[in-house]
């Protein structure tokens, strides 16, 4: 399969990522962008080589999760800023797992920020730019027509999973693995794949000893790019060093 670029069809570009076509019309190339977003997209800076952080960190954890079983749209690496995937159908979910209390819980039920949880909380939130990606439940899930109970069902088993496996992975590295969100999408025999990437944009990560923020927080409250590149470059490198 050629992966020429200048051949190259792009099929989309989002805030932070490209979507190429490859010859192969169920495997696509996702190119990682240097930009950084936050408020939806109302909050955007250029942050070179970010993209190249977050497609090392994604590419670290998705191999990480498929050698537990996950079965991700991950299939390789293919350069500093590219990974080729399966091609899927992002099912429009984010579903969320909370492990201690932060970001919009700790606004919307008025609970201080880093107090722990001790049942761990799954949320789904609807991606739909128009109503700003409304919190909802199963049920409005399946009632908006867009996936079954047995498939909330099966994402519920991956999500939990998921949590267990990075969470325990993350505190190895002295990091606590506060949140996250994930997507999944199916691909063309309609199989479930976790999808999209799993970074520092996507996970809130605290250092263990410290308490500091290793993530997009960093972003959100208003450090600058230097800090911020920093930050990420510190998930890289405690992910790459050997278990303490
Ligand atoms: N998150 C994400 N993309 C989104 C919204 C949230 O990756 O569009 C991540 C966020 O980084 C955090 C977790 O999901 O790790 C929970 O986010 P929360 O609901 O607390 O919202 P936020 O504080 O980001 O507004």
Not at 223 to 234: A, D, R
Request: proline share 2%; glycine share 4%; net charge positive.
């Amino acid at each position: 399969m050629s992966i020429d670029s200048s051949r190259r069809k792009k099929l989309s570009e989002g805030k932070t990522k490209k979507i190429y076509a490859t010859d192969n019309p169920h495997k696509i190339i996702i190119h990682y962008k240097d930009s950084l977003t936050a408020l939806d997209g109302l909050k955007n800076i250029f942050l070179q080589n970010k993209g190249i952080l977050n497609n090392e960190i994604t590419t670290f954890i998705f191999k990480f999760l498929n050698s537990y079983g996950i079965k991700t749209h991950f299939i390789r690496k293919i350069n500093e800023r590219e990974q080729l995937c399966h091609k899927v159908e992002i099912i429009p979910l984010e579903f969320v797992v909370r492990n201690i209390v932060s970001g919009s819980m700790s606004r919307r039920l008025g609970i201080r920020e880093g107090t722990p949880i001790k049942n761990t909380i799954f949320e789904i939130f609807y991606k739909n730019d128009v109503l700003k990606d409304p919190w909802i439940n199963h049920h409005h899930a399946v009632f908006l027509n867009i996936i079954s109970y047995e498939e909330l069902n099966k994402i519920n088993r991956i999500v939990s999973r998921t949590n267990d496996i990075l969470r325990k992975y993350f505190l190895d590295k002295n990091i606590i693995l506060v949140d996250f969100k994930i997507e999944f999408g199916k691909d063309q025999t309609k199989k479930i794949l976790l999808s999209d990437e799993i970074s520092p944009d996507t996970c809130r990560l605290w250092d263990k000893k410290t308490m500091t923020k290793l993530d997009k927080d960093k972003f959100r409250s208003g450090c600058n790019e230097e800090v911020i590149l920093n930050t990420y470059m510190e998930i890289f490198k405690r992910l790459n060093e050997n278990s303490s």
